[in-house]
């Protein structure tokens, strides 16, 4: 972090700024104390520093072209940030350095037929973005399980040598578990070109130009033996200094502070101007791959880190590989005692197994990998206060129990609420207002009440005792024989439930109505203009510019969005509405199962429970929600306002029912998009990697190491002609 560095370059960048059409603003600041203290000598580089501001122009090359003279000085300096970020271990001084990069500005201000987007000068180019585009993920980017205690952990292990059909101890490899963000950033030909949050796992919002502002992301990979596409996987993070500062900085301007390092690295990820995000203080560890092509995959996970550690991108150095499971616990152990000391957070422990043909046995379910879990901390417990309780209600009606506390700072940040789950919780643990509990953050996350501290209270304690009456809509509480929580029966009528029922149907994943936020929605309801979901779709311009800090164009995206959004699926409708335990996938399920809307309305409990992942309890939730006339009402006013959906095949004569596919290489009549979806529709399942149980690999020009797996495994391989015949037959 070079402090000098903007000052010393002001006027060139400007001159480079004027040229390319950037703000001079939109090239790094930065503000942190260098390490290079660490390699300079008391009187090291002071001639070069007082000579900084005579130096004006450079010499043109006697024995090179500029060209060369140009890709010389990008080798120096990517070889000098190389050293700084990745390896921590400088070897010039702030002025040496500053003296490069302002030889390579001037050439490129006065040669800019020779500028390239992976020049060093290119790190903060772009223009502010109205908003992110989306990236879909060639392989998915899935997430982990949690496990908390070491018996969880040790059935994980059994798990996997079970699915292994083997005795012997497996082989894992160790790493931190990051607070941070997952990220997936592309390399094409050894230059980076895009990066992606990891969204649902499918799809991320494009960030490029943000992480392009991360000096520890090379914009081009060291050596040659790197494959021509890569997708690497990565978590960034803040550091907690850098927090501690921004936080500072954001007081003394009285601005909004981030309450831990994981929301800052956050925002700072989605700020829209790549310029804001430069001056944030953010850092990376790459942790895996995902869609890769031309290279030949190593046999374990920790050769794959090695890899990432030649191209130049930094890898964390606690990651270590143990002979098994006990030597996993002796690495929680030493991780957690070290904890407290490193200069970042992390939460837990992940283990994965190290042998990637074990891997490949092991496989996949939904959206989190077999062959590996995230070992999670056990809560920091602090002693607190409860000074009253209110019950807040949920979007299904549940009434929770809210401990309002003496605030108090649990594991870098400050608590002043925290849930008591349920009356069943209070009357098991003896909760009172006015007794010492203890607090903790349940996965290091959300606040939750532990217990009493014994024998400790604010004079007279005072009975927690749930309402007959839901607080907001004052409609009857019910509680349910065998269900551990109460509701309010207000259903859609309640102000509680109506709002978070809307925000959940409009949210990406239901309804997709971009703009209808959570404060618009708010405001909506409270000036009654949304009483259920079904009045979206009878919004209009004039009721929209009435409301605050809503203008007339503002007003007709909302509604483009809104008449965008009738256009939707089976899976995404039923998930909108809003069933309890009814998630994306149980969506699915009923939806292939029944095709149509009217069938599954009329199902039965018995019907229902025939359909995977739906048992009885779900069975129930779901005739319970139909039978309910006002809920049915509700569908039909937003089928008559044109929300529709095209017909399910039926699923029992597709094809392809029970075969997996993986596809590699580039095919010559079917982008990756057009093939899966051609696959999925005749019943198969498109799978990201090779494995026994895949039934067919579809192999393109180029294609990577999946042509090999397969061969190996002995699985059938289909060519450009092949596919052509067996689509066709």
Not at 11 to 16: D, I
Not at 496 to 518: N, V
Not at 603 to 631: R, T, W, Y
Request: charged content about 25%; glycine content about 6%; overall charge neutral.
């Amino acid at each position: 972090m070079r402090e000098r560095h903007c000052a010393l370059l002001r006027r060139s960048l400007t001159v480079a700024a004027r040229l390319h059409r950037v703000p001079h603003r939109a090239f790094p600041i930065y503000s942190t104390t260098p390490l290079w203290e660490k390699v300079r000598p008391a009187d090291e580089g002071r001639e070069e520093e007082e000579n900084i501001g005579r130096y004006n122009m450079i010499k043109e090359p006697k024995e090179s072209t500029i060209a060369e003279e140009i890709d010389r000085l990008r080798q120096q300096i990517n070889e000098h940030n190389h050293r700084y970020y990745v390896l921590d271990d400088p070897t010039i001084t702030d002025a040496q350095y500053d003296k490069l990069f302002r030889e390579l500005v001037q050439l490129e201000v006065e040669h800019p037929t020779f500028l390239t987007p992976d020049s060093p000068t290119q790190r903060v180019g772009a223009a502010p973005l109205k908003s992110f585009p989306l990236i879909k993920h060639d392989v998915p980017m899935l997430s982990l399980d949690n496990v908390f205690s070491e018996e969880t952990f040790l059935a994980f292990d059994h798990r996997v040598r079970d699915r292994l059909k083997i005795e012997t101890p497996v082989s894992y490899c160790c790493e931190p578990k990051l607070d941070g963000i997952a990220v997936s950033i592309r390399y094409v030909n050894g230059v980076f070109t895009q990066a992606a949050t990891r969204g649902d796992g499918e799809t991320g919002e494009d960030i490029t130009q943000n992480i392009k502002t991360l000096k520890m992301v090379p914009l081009h990979l060291r050596g040659k033996d790197y494959p021509s596409i890569l997708d690497v996987r990565a978590e960034v993070f803040m550091p907690k200094a850098g927090f501690m500062r921004l936080n500072e900085e954001a007081a003394e301007r009285e601005e909004k502070i981030f309450a831990n390092p994981r929301n800052a690295a956050a925002g700072s990820l989605r700020q829209l101007d790549p310029r804001i995000t430069a001056k944030r203080p953010l850092a990376l560890y790459c942790y895996g791959i995902g869609h890769h092509e031309g290279w030949q995959l190593p046999a374990t996970h920790r050769e794959i880190l090695d890899c990432l550690m030649k191209w130049g991108l930094r890898v964390n150095d606690l990651i270590e590989v143990v002979d098994d499971i006990s030597g996993c616990e002796r690495y929680f152990k030493r991780l957690s005692d070290r904890r407290d000391k490193l200069s970042y957070e992390i939460d837990g422990a992940v283990y994965k197994v190290n042998e990637l043909s074990q891997q490949a046995v092991l496989g996949f379910v939904s959206r989190s990998p077999r062959f590996a879990i995230a070992y999670k901390f056990p809560a920091e417990e602090v002693e607190t206060i409860i000074e009253s309780v209110e019950f807040q209600v949920g979007r299904t009606g549940a009434l929770t129990p809210v401990a309002r506390l003496k605030p108090v700072h649990v594991h870098g940040v400050m608590v002043s609420n925290a849930t008591l789950h349920n009356m069943d919780e209070v009357r098991r643990k003896q909760i009172h207002i006015g007794d010492y509990v203890f607090v903790r953050r349940a996965g290091d996350v959300i606040p939750e009440v532990v217990g009493v501290v014994p024998g400790k209270s604010v004079g007279e304690v005072v009975n927690i005792i749930m309402p007959t009456r839901c607080p907001v809509c004052d409609s009857h509480v019910e509680h349910v024989t065998g269900e551990a929580v109460a509701r309010c029966t207000g259903g859609l009528y309640c102000k509680a439930q109506r709002k978070q029922m809307i925000k959940h149907f409009a949210s990406r994943r239901a309804m997709d109505i971009e703009g209808l936020g959570d404060k618009l929605i708010d405001q909506l309801v409270d000036v009654d203009l949304l009483e259920t979901v079904a009045d979206i779709y009878s919004l209009t311009q004039e009721k929209l510019v009435n409301l605050e800090r809503m203008g007339v164009k503002s007003a007709q995206n909302l509604l483009e969005q809104i008449e965008k959004s009738k256009t939707t699926t089976l899976p995404r409708f039923l998930y909108a509405l809003g069933i309890r335990e009814v998630g994306e996938a149980t969506a699915k399920q009923l939806a292939m199962y029944f095709r149509a809307l009217p069938a599954l309305l009329a199902a039965s409990a018995d019907m229902l429970e025939s359909v995977p992942e739906v048992g009885p309890v779900v069975a129930a939730h779901i005739v319970h929600f139909f039978q309910e006339s006002h809920n049915v009402t509700v569908i039909q006013q937003l089928q008559g306002a044109g929300v529709h959906w095209p017909l399910i095949a039926e699923t029992k004569h597709l094809p392809l029912m029970g075969m997996r596919f993986v596809v590699t290489g580039t095919l010559r009549d079917f982008s990756r998009t057009e093939i899966k979806e051609k696959l999925e529709s005749l019943g198969a399942r498109v799978s990201g990697s090779v494995s026994a149980q895949t039934t067919y690999v579809i192999v393109g020009a180029d294609p990577g190491s999946k042509a090999d797996k397969a061969r190996e495994l002995g699985v059938p391989v289909l060519d450009d002609e092949a596919l052509d015949r067996f689509l066709k037959s």
